[in-house]
Nanobody, 122 residues
Framework: QVQLVESGGGLVQVGGSLRLSCAAS????????MGWFRRAPGKEREFVAA????????YYADSVKGRFTISRDNAQNTVYLQMKSLKPEDTAVYLC???????????????WGQGTQVTVSS
């Protein structure tokens, strides 16, 4: 079992940056691919980014490509999401998740965190 706890959310102005962290429990973190998803008010949860277990592969939603960077530190059992050039439409609860496969579909993820709120003000 993997427990995930996100942090780093907050209120930021348009064009600003934030770095989200997701700390994982358990000694098997390095065997999981990790993903970030987000859920905006009135919208369904959507995929943001994924990283393979080794960190060698990444994949991004078109809406964040070039602005967001996913990374991981297996020694620290942590995955990060660096967000730059933030837009109002990036406002959402951001959730991290763990999967046994490198995936972009939420149903492929087995473990989820509770989420951290990101609000981008204009």
């Amino acid at each position: 079992q993997v427990q995930l706890v996100e942090s780093g959310g907050g209120l930021v102005q348009v064009g600003g940056s934030l770095r989200l962290s997701c700390a994982a429990s358990g000694r098997t973190f390095s065997s999981y691919s990790m993903g970030w998803f987000r859920r905006a008010p009135g919208k369904e949860r959507e995929f943001v980014a994924a990283i393979s277990s080794s960190g060698g592969r990444t994949y991004y939603a078109d809406s964040v490509k070039g602005r967001f960077t996913i990374s991981r530190d297996n020694a620290q059992n942590t995955v990060y999401l660096q967000m730059k050039s933030l837009k109002p439409e990036d406002t959402a609860v951001y959730l991290c998740a763990a999967s046994s496969t490198f995936a972009s579909m939420s149903w492929e993820y087995d473990y989820w965190g509770q989420g951290t709120q990101v609000t981008v003000s204009s």
